[in-house]
């Protein structure tokens, strides 16, 4: 028994980067392999979420969680490929995470971690590196706080390129590891035999790229969320970007609002929280009313995400609880990019029979 209850937090003696550990075993059994709806995404671009639809996630998500159930058994499928890591603004998980799944898949890496150390210090224009990557790189992964860079580079590449984040806009493959912490936490959410969950998101759509992908990867599977509860602290006006609300709901999610967490809390399975967005040159930090701690009205089962870096919104004491799916979420986001890499690197078919 490793569990131990103090007034309303269910501890867990267990080191937290272990929770989750269980369940990707869960998903091989509701998901069943299909490789065909894994092959329109090789040599492809990832940009949005606009681009996934519900076969090509669970896919994705059956293969990510047979790295994660088995990583030592898929000999290097990258072998010989080469990844171009170029990140010009601040990153701990996105950055590692990535190079890490590369390397775990085989591959050799280039980094830039820094735009002044390229030619772009010297008025390079982001076409001209696109062409120089397409000889040195088999894939980039680019992170940006410009919105526009990664579509100027798509202009000149020929091999494809991840957005790991670019400006207020979007963060794919961050959405795609949050549902893939959603799902391993309750699998019967895919096959509808657990009831549709309520999942609070404190933070704001039109400022934040992770609540933006993330809302667009929920409107995937709308009959998953009795209830998307979007927290924030602005008005309902300075909230949604122009049409992003009618978008969401026309696709089948039900949205409300709140300006209050701990009204909403005891309601809520998952909560999802972030206060920061990259605005230019800086972070803006958003939602600074709203703190998830020990004393929060929390569900007894229920689960926190958080994409990270944490603020004070959410404090280190809930890290030894059972609500902390923060770390496997960051974690699984490896396997989640293994998946993808594999994909996009047209070395699929040699992973896809290795159970
Ligand atoms: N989740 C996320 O994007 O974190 P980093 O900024 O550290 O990459």
Redesign the pocket.
């Known amino acids: 028994m490793n569990e131990e209850t103090r007034g309303t937090l269910v501890f867990d003696r267990k080191k937290p980067d272990t929770y989750g550990d269980a369940h990707p075993k869960a998903l091989l059994k509701v998901i069943q392999e299909d490789g065909d709806y894994l092959k329109p995404l090789a040599s492809q671009h990832v940009v949005s979420c606009d681009q996934f639809d519900r076969n090509k996630v669970l896919q994705l998500f059956r293969l990510a969680a047979k790295y994660e159930s088995n990583p030592e058994r898929f000999s290097s499928p990258l072998q010989g490929k080469v990844l171009i890591s170029a990140f010009y603004e601040?990153?701990?998980?996105?950055?590692l995470s990535f190079e890490s799944a590369w390397h775990r898949l085989g591959g050799d890496i280039m980094s830039i971690t820094d735009r002044s150390t390229t030619g772009i210090a010297k008025g390079e224009r982001l076409q001209d590196v696109a062409e120089m990557f397409n000889n040195y790189g088999d894939c980039v992964v680019l992170r940006d706080v410009r919105q526009e860079s990664v579509h100027e580079m798509i202009r000149s590449l020929r091999i494809p390129i991840i957005n790991a984040?670019n400006g207020i806009d979007e963060?794919p493959t961050?959405a795609l590891s949050d549902l893939y912490a959603i799902f391993k936490w309750c699998p019967g959410l895919i096959t509808g035999e657990h009831a549709p969950i309520r999942i609070g998101i404190i933070g704001r759509p039109n400022k934040m790229r992770?609540v933006r992908s993330l809302l667009k990867t929920l409107a995937i599977f709308p009959e998953a969320f009795a209830e998307v509860v979007v927290i924030h602290d602005s008005s309902e006006e300075d909230c949604f970007s122009p049409d992003q609300r009618q978008r969401l709901e026309q696709q089948g999610l039900k949205i409300s609002t709140s300006t209050s967490l701990d009204e909403r809390l005891p309601e809520l399975d998952v909560i999802y929280i972030n206060a920061i967005a990259w605005v230019g040159d800086t972070y803006e930090s958003y939602g600074q009313k709203f703190a998830l701690t020990a004393d929060s009205p929390l569900k007894k089962d229920a689960i926190i995400l958080h994409?990270?870096?944490r603020g004070d919104e959410l404090s280190p004491e809930l890290d030894g609880t059972l609500h902390n799916w923060y770390f496997s979420q960051a974690r699984g986001a490896v396997f989640m990019r293994m998946a993808l890499l594999t994909c996009l690197s047209q070395r699929a078919e040699r992973v896809m029979d290795v159970v």
């Open positions: 601040p990153s701990t998980r996105t950055r984040g963060h961050q992770t994409p990270l870096a």
